[in-house]
């Protein structure tokens, strides 16, 4: 079965200093993961995808990805943290679940980004 | 553009009242629909999702249901609501069949039941 595990609950970071957000997943066959992120009493933005190609993937807002298959992972970074950024962010993977749930996508249990002045 | 409406963005009801969420998308066409629920502000539990009209699929066993009576129209609706029922409602869309594609969410309903 697809899964996808975010390992940390929170993430601080100061201003200014890079950003790492831990992602790793399971999956049967090729992965097709995504980055959310979500503000307060609003829905989530998409960031940016992995589907095949370049293990580094850039996105919105300056984050980017690094896909890495030997470690199932695909955590998100940012090379200077912005207060701005303080938000919830979610890891997902596309469902290849034994009902052909292809549109589908399993989310971890999100990371709170916490950026300090 | 493609854009996502979702209503009301807050509702209290009582205990036993009937409930009807609705989320219409514009600017695209047999999009993938999904409700999804969001307790504390974490994860995401998904409730149904729809790849065309009529066509419904329900995740999780409850006393909620969801119909897709137009393409770009999906409604969350329940005749009895209960405490468990309180949370954010999400409503999502994407494209295509292969999973390529992102979701993309509308604001969410905060639904506090009383």
């Known amino acids: 079965a697809q899964s996808v595990a975010q390992p940390e609950d929170q993430v601080n970071v100061a201003e200014g200093n890079p950003l790492t957000v831990k992602c790793t997943y399971s999956?049967?066959?090729?992965?097709?993961l995504f980055w959310y992120v979500q503000y307060p009493n609003r829905g989530l933005q998409f960031l940016l995808k992995?589907?095949?190609?370049?293990?580094l993937v850039k996105g919105s807002y300056g984050f980017e990805a690094e896909f890495n298959k030997s470690q199932t992972s695909f955590h998100l970074k940012k090379p200077s943290a912005l207060v701005s950024d303080s938000a919830l962010y979610f890891c997902?993977?596309?469902?290849?679940?034994?009902?052909?749930?292809?549109?589908?996508?399993?989310f971890g249990a999100g990371t709170r980004l916490a950026v300090h002045p | 553009s493609q854009t996502i409406h979702q209503w009301p963005a807050t509702l209290v009801q009582p205990v036993g009242s009937p409930l009807s969420l609705e989320c219409t998308v514009e600017?695209?066409?047999?999009?993938?629909l999904y409700w999804y629920r969001q307790a504390a502000g974490r994860g995401l539990q998904l409730l149904f999702y729809?790849?065309?009209?009529?066509?419904i699929s329900s995740e999780v066993p409850q006393n909620l249901s969801a119909s897709r009576p137009q393409d770009r129209q999906f409604i969350l609706s329940s005749k009895k609501l209960l405490l468990s029922d309180s949370g954010f409602y999400l409503c999502?869309?994407?494209?295509?069949?292969?999973?390529?594609?992102?979701?993309?969410f509308g604001d969410g309903t905060r639904l506090s039941i009383l």
């Open positions: 999956v049967s066959g090729n992965p097709y």
């Open positions: 600017g695209t066409s047999n999009p993938n």
């Open positions: 997902a993977v596309r469902d290849f679940g034994p009902s052909g749930g292809y549109n589908k996508l399993i």
């Open positions: 999502a869309w994407s494209e295509g069949q292969g999973g390529l594609e992102p979701q993309h």
């Open positions: 992995y589907i095949t190609g370049d293990n």
């Open positions: 729809s790849v065309g009209i009529g066509q």
